[in-house]
């Protein structure tokens, strides 16, 4: 990126020069809201409200026949979605399906490939992971008898911040079964290089699996390309699917005979599956992962989502991604480094090792900072200890929404506005 200007002009004009502007149209984005939190929760489009209520409609006209005689057979929609997501992530139609929650797929899948009386016992994550992923990895290594305390590895960060993948690469011994890492870390944004892992775990016989809860949709990955074994997501994100969304899986195509842990009757074979049987015989792709049935209402929305997204194409949703994160390091670098701003960027400086929101840290009162830009309505959240998360989200964020949040940020500490605000709250923290 050129060198940033820090007047105003100067985002509109970005504003005006942007291939995606229109997009943002096709979103309900709140009257006098910045939203900035779309890596939480991204917002409606027009597209995903028209397929929710396409749904609506077909259960009211149809009933039970929507199962098959909706517009996309509701009892092929995980797997329809699946195929739309797909190109996303550079996978295979028949590798990915949407199904479950991101937790249960993580219990699913590390309790399908793990495998610990085949010799090696050991799980690699790391210790900025979201939390959930390790709850259900150590859930699932008790399930199996073994002591999560004795086998899994926790890489630990350098600067509190980032993990280096030679530090993984070190942690992969020959009692290693599972590398199971996040694709983008959820505090500083930083986006691991999957590839490499992926290679390092199989020169050693080691499966890789990731969660891309905060890349999809704003990062391009090549599944495929790269031979990752297994990966989940969330679909509320940047695909803007809803709040509590039906979450993703790709499965690939190497594992198709593997036996899912969590066995159900949604990813039996579909041809058989209302006869009854008794017995499970698993889908022969990914769908076999799905449990139980698919909550159609809460993956319609996911349906326009996926349309709005493809139209714009996930290498140009990164380019501007990287663009609006790059001129709000620039802002963040330029205008509030010094006293009484004392803000840092936590976030990796290169683009390609960022993922599409950006921390900014101060060391004291991040959290009624935060909380003063949300009274002032610019929504960004807070993880503690210090850090204000910043997302522009490359689909309905402009250049000049960007530089208000800068702006405004800059008044609230010049003002000491977030006085006004309690140190400590018993809210829940979004
Ligand atoms: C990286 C990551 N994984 C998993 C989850 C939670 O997934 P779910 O609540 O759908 O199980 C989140 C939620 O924010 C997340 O950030």
Partial sequence: ??????????????????????????????????????????????????????????????????????????????????????????????????SNCTTVNIHTLIGTFYDPFKGSKKIIVDELD??????????????????????????????????????????????????FLPSVLYRSGQLLDIEYITEEAHKRDILAGFDLAHSIGVCPHKLDEWEVDFAVWCNYKYLNSGPGAIAGLYVNEKHFDSMPALAGWWGHEKSTQFDMNLDFTPAEHSGAWQIGTIPILSSAPLEGSLRIIREAGVDRIRKKSVRLTSYLISLVDKLLKDEPYNFRVGTPRDAENRGGHVAIERDKEAYRINRAMINRSFITDFRPPNIIRVCPSPLYTRYVDVWRFIDNLKEVVQTEEYEKFEQESEEIVY
């Fill in 130 to 179: 979201f939390p959930t992923d390790h709850y259900a990895i150590k859930a699932q290594m008790k399930l199996k008898g073994i002591d999560p305390e004795e086998n899994l590895i926790v890489v630990e960060s350098r600067d509190g911040r980032t993990i280096d993948e030679e530090d993984v690469v070190d942690r992969m011994g020959e009692d290693v079964a599972i590398v």
């Fill in 1 to 98: 990126m050129e060198e940033v200007n820090t007047g105003r002009r100067y985002a509109e004009k970005l504003d005006e020069k942007d291939p995606l502007a229109e997009f943002r149209n096709r979103y309900i984005v709140p009257d006098d809201v910045v939203y900035l939190d779309g890596n939480s929760l991204g917002l409606i489009s027009v597209d995903a409200e028209e397929c929710l209520d396409r749904v609506v409609d077909e259960w009211k006209e149809l009933g039970i026949k929507g199962w098959k005689d909706a517009e996309i057979p509701w009892i092929w929609y995980g797997e329809r979605l699946g195929d739309m997501t797909a190109p996303l992530i550079g996978a295979e139609e028949d590798e990915v399906v949407v």
